[in-house]
């Protein structure tokens, strides 16, 4: 007698996903709450270190840099190169940069130069914190 076997067929199989990628990670999932938390802050600082001209490439939108270093930091992820690495190999990350992935170069060039702006997230973030009660 053969011996039957679950076999991976190695993505050849169509279909078996969910239509969405938000529908593969729960609702009490980290990458909601930092995203949640993100649209609610002020990234203008953020936002004036760029062209206004619209030349050259266009940069990832700050909310996305800054959704995608939390996150990874919140996760124990710390190097733009795990970073980067993240953003093919965590749903959370990608579901973040919406199925794009930035290079280490981006992650740590956007982490260089917005340093002061990260700073002065803390006074933001520790507002919004006390208007949850999670801060005296």
């Known amino acids: 007698m053969r011996r039957t076997w679950i076999a991976n067929d190695r993505g050849r199989q169509g279909a078996l996903l969910p239509v969405s990628a938000h529908d593969l990670l729960p609702a009490d999932h980290l990458v909601w709450d930092i995203l949640a938390m993100v649209d609610v802050l002020d990234l203008s600082a953020f936002e004036a270190a760029y062209r206004a001209d619209g030349r050259g490439r266009p940069p990832f939108h700050p909310r996305v840099m800054l959704a995608l270093i939390l996150y990874c930091r919140c996760k124990g992820i710390m190097s733009g190169r795990d970073i980067a690495a993240a953003c093919y190999d965590d749903l959370g990350a990608r ?16 982490i260089g130069t ?3 702006a990260l700073k002065a997230l803390l006074a933001q973030t520790l507002r919004i914190g006390h208007a949850e009660g999670l801060v005296d």
């Open 95 to 110: 579901i973040i940069t919406g199925n794009r992935q930035p290079d280490r170069s981006t992650v740590d060039r956007f």
């Open 114 to 116: 917005h340093r002061a």
